[in-house]
């Protein structure tokens, strides 16, 4: 997978006034995955004051639905006027035009004007972005990636991804992509995106479902946390069949980059402290040596990663 450098400053620019609870200036966050769509009011310096979470059928190839989500989802701005809005969003994006231009997962979302919609919302600026992207610039400000120079940022659940800090610079290209789709078996089956054995149809939440109801488990142990907190012989295997499954794109980028930090966001964070020491085993055991020892570690627990990297890029600059 090549990657360009396109550098972005890491220092706020100034924004115009638009304040609440007195003194505290209102940044605008937004999150379009496949099914979901999330916002947040945060404060500049990356607190969150409000957020909503509204769904919308993947089934549905009209926006309509999409559209009906967006509008209750920005709820959480009225009243607050926020100085403009980031968005994260999942598939292929074009910054510069606003755009969704494909998601695999969600007709709805291909050649979605996100920008335009959400500009005719809030009465705000809209800056979009890829999510990986994003979200490797909320834990660079916000999170566990202040103070480094290189770290990557990892999405997991039903959306998966990398977003990479490289000696102070988001690798990839604008609106550019997660992994998801780097091939990591070349027997593998088919993906969504018509090619075979991608990283995203051995680890994503779908994978798991899959395999724990051939593995005859129970209903109930179909979740990551479900699944981590058994005792049952076969839900532990599957655990860790996970683990690698993940660490086989994780590796992939810890020999290229030396990252030496991954934080892990989404479905990882059920399975809690005994999933990050199994990923982060599995990744040492991997790693290449003269570089430093790869850690892992857990995103925050309500995971804002992403919306706090939206909130950034009403700060930042290119």
């Known amino acids: 997978m090549a990657h360009e ?3 972005l400053r890491l220092v706020p ?3 115009p006034d638009a304040r609440v609870s007195g003194d505290v200036d209102v940044l605008g966050a937004v999150e379009v995955l496949p099914g979901v769509v999330r916002a947040a009011r945060l404060s500049r310096t990356g607190l969150v004051l409000g957020r909503t979470e509204e769904f919308y059928d993947t089934g549905d190839a009209s926006p309509g639905g999409v559209d009906a989500a967006l509008e209750r989802a920005v709820a959480v701005f009225a009243g607050h006027g926020p100085v403009g809005v980031g968005v994260a969003a999942a598939g292929v994006v074009d910054p510069a035009a606003g755009r969704i231009l494909e998601v695999n997962d969600a007709p709805a979302l291909s050649g979605y ?4 919609r959400l500009a005719a919302l809030v009465g705000a600026p809209v800056r979009v972005e890829h999510r990986a992207r994003v979200q490797v610039l909320g834990d660079r400000w916000f999170g566990p990636g202040r103070g480094r120079r290189s770290f990557a940022s990892v999405s997991t659940g039903e959306v998966l991804g990398v977003g990479i800090l490289y000696d102070g610079d988001v690798l990839a290209p604008a609106g550019g992509r997660s992994g998801a789709h780097m091939t990591v078996t070349a027997s593998g089956k088919p993906c969504t995106c018509g090619r075979r054995g991608c990283w995203k ?4 939440t779908r994978w798991l479902r899959e395999r724990a109801a051939e ?4 209903p109930h142990l179909s979740s990551l946390g479900a699944l981590t907190a058994s005792q049952d012989p076969v839900a532990r295997n599957l655990v860790e069949r996970y683990a690698e499954n993940l660490v086989l794109g994780l590796a992939t980028v810890q020999q290229l980059f030396a990252c030496g930090l991954f934080v892990l966001h989404g479905e990882a964070l059920d399975g809690g402290e005994p999933f ?4 982060e085993a599995r990744l040492r055991a ?4 003269g570089s430093e020892t790869p850690s892992v570690v857990l995103g925050e627990a309500s995971d804002t990663g992403a919306l706090l990297g939206a909130a950034g890029l009403v700060l930042s600059g290119r």
Not at 215 to 218: M, R, T, V
Not at 276 to 279: C, F, I, P
Not at 286 to 289: E, N, Y
């Open 5 to 7: 450098r396109f550098p």
């Open 215 to 218: 593995d005859g488990l129970a």
């Open 286 to 289: 991997d790693a290449l040596t």
């Open 113 to 116: 004007p996100v920008a335009d």
């Open 13 to 15: 620019d100034p924004v």
């Open 276 to 279: 990050r020491a199994l990923v």
């Open 201 to 204: 149809t051995v680890a994503t």
